[in-house]
């Protein structure tokens, strides 16, 4: 997604923005309170204050069936999607939001700020401002600088996502002069990867944290001409190694 994450809040954005009175219209064949799509709406908005994102999941999709056009509607459904290890599911959400979405809303801009952090901002997404800027100097014109990326695998006491599902949350953050405007976070699952796309070569801190608890707290190089890998295990951990981290909520 603090960062990236602070986007799709669901008690923020996700859920109470788009019911309150700055949300934007409902699109056309939305239906009214009370129906089927408004009773799936509701049940979903209280399984995803309580955490429950598979639950929630479910529920934004039924309602989804009934009005594929809600476009306020979707975006709360890839917002429930970013909390699970269904990342293709959410992209794709997210996109559908940014193509059917009003100009300048504030779903439409969530979901594209969640693509670019994600690095998976497709051509034509980023952006009327960005995409009618021309280029009007010789320096403007030149190759765009080199980007590289940080990746790894998150490791700990054998522990397997199919068996206990632990949700580590990653903030990336710049830690000199070329990199101190970067600020990512994301949630990754323990015994699965984690990837920072995109990133200006630098230097990086990386903090991963569970359940509030720091486990890793670590410097990292990234040069521009290769990818990093810093894998996450209990041998550069911030934590002794009996550390057993709890199962998301």
């Known amino acids: 997604m603090a ?28 239906q009214a309170v009370g129906s089927l799509t408004a009773r799936l709406r509701a049940e979903a908005d209280q399984l995803m204050l309580q955490q429950e994102y598979d639950r929630a999941a479910v529920k934004y999709q039924a309602a989804l069936n009934e009005t594929p056009a809600d476009v306020s509607l979707r975006y709360t459904f890839a917002v429930a999607l970013s909390y699970l290890p269904r990342r293709e599911e959410t992209i794709e959400q997210f996109r559908i939001v940014v193509l059917r979405g009003g100009t300048g809303s504030p779903e439409v801009q969530a979901a594209r700020e969640w693509l670019a952090n994600a690095g998976a901002l497709g051509p034509g997404e980023a952006g009327t401002a960005s995409v009618a800027r021309q280029p009007t100097t010789q320096a403007e014109t030149a190759a765009p600088a080199p980007k590289s990326k940080v990746s790894g695998k998150l490791h700990w006491r054998e522990i397997n996502p199919h068996d206990k599902l632990v949700r580590v949350k990653i903030r990336l953050t710049g830690d000199d002069v070329e990199t101190r405007e970067v600020d990512l976070g994301r949630d990754f699952m323990l015994g699965r990867g984690y990837e920072f796309r995109d990133l200006t070569p630098g230097a990086y801190r990386l903090v991963a944290e569970v359940a509030g608890t720091t486990m890793w707290d670590l410097k990292v190089a990234v040069p521009a001409d290769k990818p990093t890998t810093l894998d996450l295990t209990e041998g550069n951990s911030s934590v002794s190694g009996d550390y057993d981290p709890p199962a998301a909520d």
């Open 3 to 30: 960062g990236l994450l602070l986007l799709v809040a669901v008690v923020g954005l996700a859920v109470a923005g788009c019911q309150g009175s700055q949300a934007p219209a409902p699109a056309a064949g939305v």
